[in-house]
Nanobody
Framework: QVQVVESGGGLVQPGGSLRLSCAASRSIFSFNAMGWYRQAPGKEREPVAMITIDGNTHYADSVKGRFTISRDNAKNTVYLQMNSLSLEDTAIYYC????????WGQGTQVTVSS
């Protein structure tokens, strides 16, 4: 059974930064891609960023230039560095790992508030 576990959420002021981590229970090279979605209150879950097995990255337009996805192969971990956070970034952030099936973490809350 594959597990992915997020960490690093919290409360931050507008303009601040947070780094989310997503640890997989097996080598990240087992997956075609890993990435992040988020769901704000009352809204649909939306994609944020992803990194493919080849290391290619993709971002939602709303986070381009502010968020960076990266990985540590040795730690089987993917990171999401979030800078210049705004109120609109408040959401539960979910990590996923995709292979023949898609595995989701439990989510981590990010709250941007003054």
């Amino acid at each position: 059974q594959v597990q992915v576990v997020e960490s690093g959420g919290g409360l931050v002021q507008p303009g601040g930064s947070l780094r989310l981590s997503c640890a997989a229970s097996r080598s990240i090279f087992s997956f075609n891609a890993m990435g992040w979605y988020r769901q704000a209150p009352g809204k649909e879950r939306e994609p944020v960023a992803m990194i493919t097995i080849d290391g290619n990255t993709h971002y939602a337009d709303s986070v381009k230039g502010r968020f960076t996805i990266s990985r540590d192969n040795a730690k089987n971990t993917v990171y999401l560095q979030m800078n210049s956070l705004s109120l609109e970034d408040t959401a539960i952030y979910y990590c996923y790992a995709a292979m023949s099936s898609t595995y989701w973490g439990q989510g981590t809350q990010v709250t941007v508030s003054s």
